[in-house]
């Protein structure tokens, strides 16, 4: 599993000109790309959550678990894509739908179950996904 995590002052999701994800940051939150690849479980996505939540890198060095920091949940398959022929991504290092639909909602719940607020996006859809990135600091973590 991979997820980049980016610092925001604020995020959103839309799906066809409707707002199906929003976080209020007050003054930070994260937000979260992930991509589920064949050999991830349900206790890949439980301890990237638990990362995430833990990760210093919001304001004075804390993380979301010190200031109750919101974080937006959006899948992103493309993080598995491979490149290194040609000029088409290949995706057959990312999980099909049925296996990566519910890690991300594994990864999801696992945080609200830390005590985050969490947001989300909707798997499978075009989605418009709206940020300012804060810093910039983007990180990728794998596990």
Do not use: C
């Amino acid at each position: 599993m991979r997820v980049l995590v980016q610092r925001v002052s604020a995020a959103q999701v839309t799906v066809d000109g409707q707002t199906v994800g929003r976080i209020e940051p007050n003054p930070q939150g994260l937000l979260t790309l992930v991509g589920v690849t064949h050999d991830d479980t349900e206790s890949t996505a439980k301890a990237l959550a638990d990362k995430v939540w833990r990760l210093r890198i919001l304001e004075g060095e804390r993380a979301a678990a010190d200031l109750d920091a919101p974080i937006l949940v959006v899948s992103q398959f493309t993080l598995y894509a491979d490149t290194a022929k040609g000029r088409r991504p290949s995706w057959s290092a990312a999980a099909a739908g049925p296996v990566a639909e519910p890690l991300v909602e594994t990864f999801a719940q696992a945080l609200r179950e830390l005590g985050a607020t969490v947001a989300t996006g909707r798997f499978g859809a075009h989605m418009h996904v709206e940020l300012v990135n804060d810093g910039p600091v983007t990180l990728l973590l794998e596990g």
